[in-house]
């Protein structure tokens, strides 16, 4: 019998139905057993639920079989039971013996993690608004994203319900943030508006305001209400009356209790006379000042939360919880959430065919996440204080009883595990490998939780502003900020990081005592152009003169006027746009969905082609397409053949949008090209480059294990012999882009990169000076505050800031010319060429010997060469190849491809259809089948297109 067994035994024998327990020290002394082995063994007993602990000093401890007399009664009628601690362990299991009720929503604040401890005087502030005679007190939530604000006022709209303070109706929220700059909009959805007060007001609508009457309205982000929004909600505050939008007779009252929330202080983010309206200010802890057991706490509430979604156990050893916990470095609970979403999600993919359990396993974990128990091992108190609330593995389980919180702003609005299912299936059935699927479901949950991240961005770039920038700047950028928006003045998200590093350079110039900046001719012409900026500029110049009691030359007025400009310039930051065209009734289309379903993206269009499309209409229909995905960003057009082509100068003529075409599309290539357009910030150019290359997924076809690969062969060969450079973008070319050069230059020297240098330049004459920079490097990335229209890479000055010098050096270190010399050697090397060839065939299609055709198709090509007396690029000759390839499959399938006959009439005495005509003999002589008339007007389309080049 076990040491637990036998104190577990003693209680049973000895407590019979008395409801007074034994303490430790009367079982150790009874047992002859060290206290300290009988109390932790009394706790572990207490978390299994097989013994209860009752409240006072010195404790005492009572068996579960004591209880069964009393099995009817509740936990309210034995106040003296301490329910088990919330952490859920290996074993635990719901004890149904001993039932406990639900919290009646009298007691939803007991329920909150923390509402004893760290959130004490919070709750006695939210029931002491919500009771104060005869209407309440409006409230303003304060705390760092992901605190819980959001969940905090839900509580207080369910207390207030319990309590009967409010009619019986739903919770009324409203995000600010939508409607920041248009105060008009913002009216009509507060107070509603009449028939006729804009142009598709066809009727009456009330607004949230009387839709909430007799109840509460939340205000989220109210930082974001711009300053009329804020004067016509502390009007409705001052005197309960509102009117609506278009309406001047009639006058509505409505009694409503106000909470809002922000992240931001409220003395310099709102009106003080908006603040002074709010009697009630809460302010949230961040999630490291919680404590130890809250944490614990939260995260088994979380987890839970998934527990109830998979409908399967969760187990996690001592490590997870760990990392988890040390995660949290910027996001709070909010961020706690969206990483277990991610590792509960990654779990489930990694055990989806296990029924009862998913296992999240510490080597599994993102990097991230991982990093999370070096973060804790760097607080000793910290862990020191969680390990001992810890066992070493924790099991939770669902449990529909247990108060979860439901209502916060990272609350997907589906059930992702059931998404999940539903993409693995479908990966599936396209024929993917193990690791191929995980790959892609992965990329899916990161973009479906990429959200949060975006939410809680600015707090972890502002830790890494305040290493370049000191924290007064940081404090002044925002004043300017909020100055701006009172003036409505849009400012754009990275107005923070830029003009702090702006400003920065500025005063340590003048401190270092350095020579002031010359305004050149170029700039004035330049800052002339944009008027608001310059007028915006000139108060600007005041504030930061104010602030540092400094006079400001009216020089640093020009640029300035050209940083607000630059930072207004539309951001080039649409995703390439893709269409996939296709022949038959629905090729594209149904390649198309499945990409959409897996990928959940929204820059993909089809066109289906019936094989009795003119080709007028197919390119019309194609053009549409065109129109309709495109972002500012380029289309790829993704086809089936080589013919389709040809269609990429027409499409570009008629639409005024750059298109680039891509033949011998599949289901793969349409993923890819999904997945490079949705997570990386490349240009049309990139993305057709690594297309080209794409060889599709973790498929290496038999034979071809030991042959060179094209890569090999070019690396042998010289490369672009230019210096490789990254070029820094600034309004100046000096102050930030200096700072961003230092800044890539340490990040360069640490990642071992030394062959890649970092030039800043000014946003003034920048075209010209991109292309002087390129005469003598080979620029393969930019930075900065504004995208240059070059064919690179670009990365945002906020993204360098906000964590992305990881992403950044990843992509440097794959920009290593590599691809550009195996096109370079494609044109050198008939040998490379054929062994592409032979790949691709090999890998694309079902019914044809690689090794076998090859020989033929080199031979079509070559006697077309010699008829027509031409060179043909070994770059169209692959095209050739894979595009007559398709064509004797189709011949195979009996699934040749149709054009209208006056199209072919058209042809029939030209002479390089002739010639193709007779090449046709070649493959009706070695292989035994005869190409239709449609297919050899498509082959004369496809030859003819390049001869016209």
């Known amino acids: ?260 929330a922000t992240t931001e202080n409220p003395e310099s983010a709102l009106l003080q006379t908006f603040v002074r309206r709010i009697p009630i200010l809460i302010q949230l802890p961040p999630f490291n000042q919680r404590t130890p057991k809250e944490k614990l706490q939260l995260l088994e509430q979380l987890l839970t939360l998934e527990a109830n979604r998979i409908h399967k156990n969760i187990r996690l050893n001592e490590d997870v919880v760990q990392a988890l916990l040390g995660s949290v470095t910027y996001g709070n609970v909010g961020q706690l959430k969206s990483n277990i979403q991610l590792v509960c999600a990654q779990g489930f993919l990694n055990s989806i065919q296990d029924e009862n359990e998913i296992i999240l396993k510490f080597e599994q974990l993102p990097t991230n996440i991982k990093d999370g128990l070096s973060n804790l091992a760097g607080n000793r108190e910290e862990l020191g204080k969680l390990t001992r609330l810890l066992e070493p593995t924790m099991l939770i389980k669902p449990d529909a009883q247990r108060d979860v919180p439901q209502i916060d702003s990272y609350e997907l609005p589906y059930n992702l595990y059931e998404v999940i299912g539903d993409k693995a299936a479908l990966l599936k059935d396209e024929g993917l490998d193990q690791a191929t699927i995980n790959n892609f479901i992965m990329t899916d949950i990161n973009l479906h939780l990429k959200s949060f991240y975006h939410q809680g961005q600015f707090n972890k770039a502002e830790d890494r502003l305040n290493e370049i920038v000191d924290q007064e700047i940081i404090d002044l950028t925002k004043q300017i900020q909020h100055f701006l928006r009172q003036q409505q003045y849009p400012v754009r998200e990275n107005f923070i990081y830029a003009m702090s590093l702006h400003i920065s350079s500025f005063i340590k110039r003048v401190q270092a005592g350095k020579p002031l900046r010359e305004v050149s001719a170029n700039l004035i012409s330049l800052v002339h152009d944009y008027p608001a900026e310059l007028k915006m500029a000139g108060q600007v110049k005041e504030l930061i003169g104010k602030h540092y009691h400094i006079p400001i030359p009216e020089s640093e007025v020009y640029y300035l006027a050209v940083l607000l400009a630059s930072l207004q310039l539309a951001p080039k930051t649409g995703k390439v746009g893709i269409v996939v065209a296709a022949h038959g009734k629905s090729t594209a289309t149904s390649m198309s969905q499945v990409v959409s379903q897996l990928l959940s993206v929204n820059n993909i269009a089809a066109f289906d082609m019936p094989l009795e499309m003119s080709p007028k209409s197919a390119l019309l229909g194609i053009a549409q397409q065109v129109k309709k995905v495109d972002q500012g960003n380029g289309v790829l057009l993704l086809v089936d053949m080589g013919s389709l082509s040809t269609f990429s100068e027409k499409l570009t003529d008629m639409t005024n949008i750059q298109v680039k075409t891509i033949d011998m599309v599949t289901t793969a290539m349409v993923l890819e090209a999904a997945r490079k357009t949705a997570l990386i910030d490349s240009d049309l150019q990139t993305v057709s480059h690594e297309l080209h290359e794409f060889d599709g997924y973790s498929r290496t076809p038999s034979g071809y294990e030991n042959t060179p690969s094209v890569t090999e062969t070019a690396n042998e060969t010289a490369t672009d012999q230019r210096h490789k450079a990254i070029v820094a973008i600034c309004s100046t070319g000096q102050g930030t882009a200096q700072k961003i050069k230092n800044m890539l230059d340490k990040l360069l020297i640490d990642n071992l990169i030394e062959d890649v240098s970092v030039i800043p330049i000014s946003i003034v004459n920048m075209k010209e000076r991109l292309k002087q920079i390129q005469q003598e490097y080979q620029i393969i990335a930019t930075t900065g505050v504004t995208k240059p229209d070059i064919a690179a890479p670009f990365i945002s000055l906020e993204s360098l800031l906000q964590g992305g010098s990881e992403a950044f050096i990843n992509m440097i270190d794959q920009l290593s010319g590599e691809d550009q010399s195996a096109l370079m050697m494609l044109e050198d090397s008939p040998q490379v060429a054929e062994q592409l060839a032979e790949k691709y065939l090999g890998q694309y299609f079902t019914f044809i010997n690689p090794a076998k055709i090859i020989k033929v198709l080199d031979s079509y090509c070559d006697f077309i060469e010699r008829r027509q007396q031409l060179t043909l690029k070994n770059s169209f000759k692959l095209s050739l190849i894979m595009h007559l390839a398709g064509a004797i499959e189709r011949c195979l399938t009996h699934s040749q491809m149709h054009v209208e006959q006056k199209q072919i009439a058209k042809l029939q005495n030209n002479q390089l259809f002739q010639i193709i005509t007779q090449a046709n003999d070649i493959l009706r002589e070695t292989l035994n089948l005869s190409l239709t008339a449609a297919e050899t007007y498509y082959i004369y389309q496809l030859i003819d297109t390049e001869i016209q080049k």
């Open 1 to 260: 019998m076990t040491r637990r067994e036998k104190i577990l035994q003693y209680l049973q024998s000895h407590s019979g139905t008395a409801s007074t327990g034994l303490t430790t020290n009367e079982i150790a002394q009874a047992l002859g057993i060290l206290r300290s082995n009988v109390s932790k063994e009394l706790n572990n007993l207490v978390r299994q639920q097989l013994v209860y602990k009752l409240k006072g000093r010195p404790v005492h401890y009572l068996p579960v079989t004591a209880t069964k007399a009393v099995a009817n009664t509740t936990m309210a009628d034995h106040p003296q039971l301490e329910q088990a601690p919330t952490i859920g362990f290996a074993g635990q299991a719901k004890i149904n013996s001993f039932p406990t009720t639900e919290y009646d929503n009298r007691n939803v604040f007991d329920k909150m993690v923390g509402s004893h401890a760290s959130l004490k005087s919070q709750v006695e502030q939210a029931k002491a608004a919500l009771l104060y005679p005869p209407h309440g007190l409006n409230t303003l939530i304060i705390g760092p994203t992901g605190s819980g604000k959001t969940y905090f006022a839900n509580t207080m709209y369910r207390f207030a319900r319990a309590e009967g303070l409010i009619k019986d109706q739903e919770f009324a929220t409203f995000n600010c943030a939508d409607y920041a700059h248009n105060p008009q909009l913002l009216m009509s959805h507060l107070f509603g508006y009449v028939k006729g007060a804009f142009t598709g007001a066809d009727e009456d609508k009330p607004g949230l305001i009387e839709q909430a009457a007799g109840g509460i309205l939340f205000l989220d982000e109210v930082h974001r209400l711009p300053p009329e929004g804020q004067e016509m909600i502390f009007y409705f505050m001052d005197h309960g009356t509102y009117n609506r939008l278009g309406e001047t007779a009639k006058t509505h009252h409505a009694d409503v209790r106000l909470i809002c």
